[in-house]
């Protein structure tokens, strides 16, 4: 059977499910953590077969030691339903994160008038460039892979050590800040894949947040800083170009991008119509 052509058309269908559970006895015990996640994903083939993914995380920190478990399964179905082919993957480790474990955030864990614990602080940026607020840049160009904001290249007023490139990407036409990339053409620190990146854990006690692995295979890592903003950390193989990706972003502010993007094209259409009516009111005064 040829599966080459899988999730590569127009047609094929896909739906993708998250439920990300996070739970700590008190916030006197934020050593003890067990957070799960899973992951389920369909895709139709070209010739009407169902491959069906589903994929379980867990991440327990107790004291400084981190485990990480993960189990796949894949399995195939033809376009009767009929069982074509099954799998099932796992994968697990374990690693030190610092003589101080993972309970020594820079800030402290938020309680409300009552001491329970509540939310992280909310950050307001990455890299120095707060979310919603005007990039003064003038080098703004438009990418194909985004095509609802402006990409330009910014230099933070502290490099990251190993990265080569930083990228900005804005609202077109307020220019309000919705995403930071910090990219490295080499992967930085490769040589960490048994212990806890430093990486991550520079992340976690920035943003006071837990990092959440996203995928079984790749070190690919989620932290939601608060307010529907996230950062997400590939450590490897991240693009066809770079080793290692870092990219924060802002869920309202990529609407705000995609309401105004729209309100472009209607001034576009807008200006459109109006300068063929010119054409075709001074051609039929001409006759």
């Not at 070209?46 to 004291?63: F, L, M, P, Q």
């Amino acid at each position: 059977m040829k599966k080459t052509g899988t999730a590569l058309t127009v047609a094929s269908v896909a739906a993708a499910i998250t439920l990300i559970g996070f739970a700590a006895a008190s916030c006197d015990e934020k050593k003890d953590v067990s957070q799960k996640s899973s992951e389920a994903s369909i895709v139709t083939n070209d010739n009407g077969s169902v491959a069906r993914t589903y994929v379980e995380s867990t991440v327990t920190t107790n004291g400084n030691m981190v485990t990480e478990r993960r189990r796949e399964t894949r399995t195939t179905l033809d376009a009767d339903g009929n069982m074509l082919e099954s799998s099932t993957s796992e994968y697990a480790q374990s690693y030190p994160v610092g003589e101080e474990g993972m309970s020594s955030f820079a800030t402290p864990v938020a309680t409300d008038a009552e001491g329970k614990c509540g939310a992280a602080k909310v950050e307001e940026g990455f890299l120095g460039l707060k979310f919603g607020e005007e990039f003064k840049g003038t080098n703004l160009v438009a990418d194909a892979d985004e095509p609802t904001l402006l990409r330009a290249t910014f230099t933070p007023k502290k490099a990251l050590a190993g990265f080569d490139d930083y990228y900005v990407y804005v609202t077109p036409k307020t220019h309000k800040v919705v995403k930071v990339y910090a990219c490295a053409k080499e992967a930085v620190d490769p040589g960490t894949n048994w212990r806890r990146h430093y990486l991550i854990e520079a992340l976690e006690r920035r943003y006071n947040t837990w990092a959440r692995p996203r995928s079984w295979c790749r070190p690919i890592y989620t932290f939601d800083i608060g307010s529907g903003r996230f950062v997400t950390a590939c450590l490897a193989d991240a693009s066809r170009d770079y080793g290692t990706v870092l990219v924060a972003w802002d869920d309202a502010l990529l609407t705000t991008a995609a309401d105004e993007t729209e309100e472009i094209r209607r001034e576009v259409r807008k200006s459109a119509a109006e300068k063929r009516k010119a054409q075709v009111d001074d051609a039929a005064s001409a006759f």
